[in-house]
């Protein structure tokens, strides 16, 4: 059974940070890039960061460029990303998700995480 589960989300004052994590498991974990996407209230979903599991290829939306820090441990099939310098605008639900390449568009990612909520309060 494909499963990834997210967690590390919560509440944080701005300027704090949180770094939330994507287990993995029932996959080849080396085989997938692992997206994070956000969602806030009446909001798309939207890119927030991407790692190659192969390569450690790295991406990031604009908007956290600088402040977050994707990164892989193969040999746990987890995925972190670190959050520095957090802003109200960063509250959402975060998903992490499996595809066969890094992209911004969540169709191409095949398995997805429940999500895990962040709240940052100013």
């Known amino acids: 059974e494909v499963q990834l589960v997210e967690s590390g989300g919560g509440l944080v004052q701005a300027g704090g940070s949180l770094r939330l994590s994507c287990a993995a498991s029932?996959?080849?974990?080396?085989?997938?890039?692992i997206g994070w996407f956000r969602q806030a209230p009446g909001k798309e979903r939207e890119g927030v960061s991407c790692i190659s599991s192969s390569d450690g290829s790295t991406y990031y939306a604009d908007s956290v460029k600088g402040r977050f820090t994707i990164s892989s441990d193969n040999a746990k099939n987890t995925v972190y990303l670190q959050m520095n310098s957090l802003k109200p605008e960063d509250t959402a639900v975060y998903y992490c998700?499996?595809?066969?390449?890094?992209?911004?568009?969540?169709?191409?990612?095949?398995?997805w995480g429940q999500g895990t909520q962040v709240t940052v309060s100013s």
């Open positions: 029932g996959f080849t974990f080396d085989d997938y890039a």
């Open positions: 998700a499996a595809g066969g390449v890094c992209s911004d568009y969540d169709a191409v990612y095949d398995y």
